[in-house]
């Protein structure tokens, strides 16, 4: 078991920055793949930006050039930052740990363990 835990959200003005912590915790040992997703109510659950363990990293067209993930070198951090942050980035995001060969990292259906979610909220 891995367990997940998120930090950092919050509220922040239009333009403004954030940078969000998920702590792994638990069978770490094993090679993971790492990824965070955000949700909003009554919407499907979103890719924002995954790294593999070998620091590969992926961005959907939407937050490309405005969000950064990394891992600290022990790779049980994953850190989610975000720069020139919109409205519409709003959401509760969810850090996300999968240890099988992937295929496809931008699915959410890839992964095995969730964290419990942290919530930002970007004000126009």
């Known amino acids: 078991q891995v367990q997940l835990v998120e930090s950092g959200g919050g509220l922040v003005q239009a333009g403004g920055s954030l940078r969000l912590s998920c702590a792994a915790s638990?069978?770490?040992?094993?090679?993971?793949?790492m990824g965070w997703f955000r949700q909003v109510p009554g919407k499907e659950r979103e890719f924002v930006a995954a790294?593999?363990?070998?620091?590969?990293?992926y961005y959907p067209d939407s937050v490309k050039g405005r969000f950064t993930i990394s891992r600290d070198n022990a790779k049980t951090t994953v850190y989610l930052q975000m720069n020139t942050l919109k409205p519409e980035d709003t959401a509760v995001y969810y850090c996300?740990?999968?240890?099988?060969?992937?295929?496809?990292?931008?699915?959410?259906?890839?992964?095995?363990?969730w964290g419990q979610g942290t919530q930002v909220t970007v004000s126009s």
């Open positions: 996300a740990a999968g240890a099988r060969p992937v295929t496809d990292i931008s699915r959410g259906g890839y992964y095995d363990y």
């Open positions: 638990g069978r770490t040992v094993r090679p993971h793949n």
């Open positions: 790294i593999t363990w070998s620091s590969i990293t």
